[in-house]
Nanobody, 125 residues
Framework: QVQLVESGGGLVQAGGSLRLSCAVSGRAFRIYAMGWFRQAPGKEREFVAAINWSIGVTYYADSVKGRFTISRHNAVNTGYLQMNSLKPEDTAVYYC??????????????????WGQGTQVTVSS
């Protein structure tokens, strides 16, 4: 079994920054990719960003491009989401997820095998 633990959420003013972390532990399945999603109250879970674990190619939703940066530290099996210039509309529960079987569309939640418990990000205006 694989466990994902997110950290780094919190309350921040508009224009501020937060850095989310996602630590992966458990049985050593190969990680093909990590993704970050978010879900605001009353809305569907939406794709934020993803990264190919081995070569580091990144993908972003248009809404966060230029403001958020996804990265990973392979040696410690941890992924990160650096969020800058935060806006009130970024308020949501943020989830990390990992793909262990190879992927075709990293923007799709069904692509992923394991999920973290989520961390709340609240941006005040």
């Amino acid at each position: 079994q694989v466990q994902l633990v997110e950290s780094g959420g919190g309350l921040v003013q508009a224009g501020g920054s937060l850095r989310l972390s996602c630590a992966v532990s458990g049985r050593a399945f190969r990680i093909y990719a990590m993704g970050w999603f978010r879900q605001a109250p009353g809305k569907e879970r939406e794709f934020v960003a993803a990264i190919n674990w081995s070569i580091g190619v990144t993908y972003y939703a248009d809404s966060v491009k230029g403001r958020f940066t996804i990265s990973r530290h392979n040696a410690v099996n941890t992924g990160y989401l650096q969020m800058n210039s935060l806006k009130p509309e970024d308020t949501a529960v943020y989830y990390c997820a990992t793909d262990h079987h190879g992927y075709s569309d990293l923007s799709e939640p069904n692509e992923y095998d394991y999920w973290g418990q989520g961390t709340q990000v609240t941006v005040s205006s």
